[in-house]
């Protein structure tokens, strides 16, 4: 279902767009006095206005409607379960520590190791 309103918001939006980059705006008034021919349109006397505002506000309407149901579809959460119950738990600081002897077996023989000289 998800997909499919998806779709139909993308083509809605392109519709939109469209149809606001068609209507004219309130400076167009001036360029149909010298000349352009607004009362022969297909429209009618009138012009698009109507029909294009009319067919805006629908589409307006759907866009939000469907945001609306697809912001519900994505907050709707199909598992209850929480990520941390997911998490397999840490192991402890006894599981991790080594068992290092307190003193060295070999304590009284000379080491390898250069020692770093007192001072």
């Not at 779709?7 to 001036?30: F, N, P, W, Y």
């Not at 805006?56 to 866009?63: I, P």
């Not at 402890?92 to 077996?105: F, G, I, K, N």
Request: proline share 8%.
């Amino acid at each position: 279902m998800q997909p499919v309103l998806l779709v139909v918001q993308i083509l809605v939006a392109i519709s939109l767009i469209a149809l606001v980059l068609l209507q004219h705006g309130k400076g167009a008034d001036m360029g149909a006095a010298f000349g352009a021919g607004a009362s022969g349109t297909v429209f009618g006397s009138r012009g698009s206005a109507s029909f294009l505002t009319r067919v805006t506000a629908v589409l307006a309407a759907v866009f939000f409607l469907n945001s609306m149901v697809l912001a519900y579809m994505g907050t709707r959460v199909a598992d209850r379960s929480s990520v941390v119950e997911r998490v397999q738990p840490a192991p402890s600081v006894e599981d991790t520590l080594l068992d290092v002897p307190a003193e060295p077996e070999d304590a009284d023989k000379p080491s390898d190791v250069p020692s770093v000289p007192p001072g």
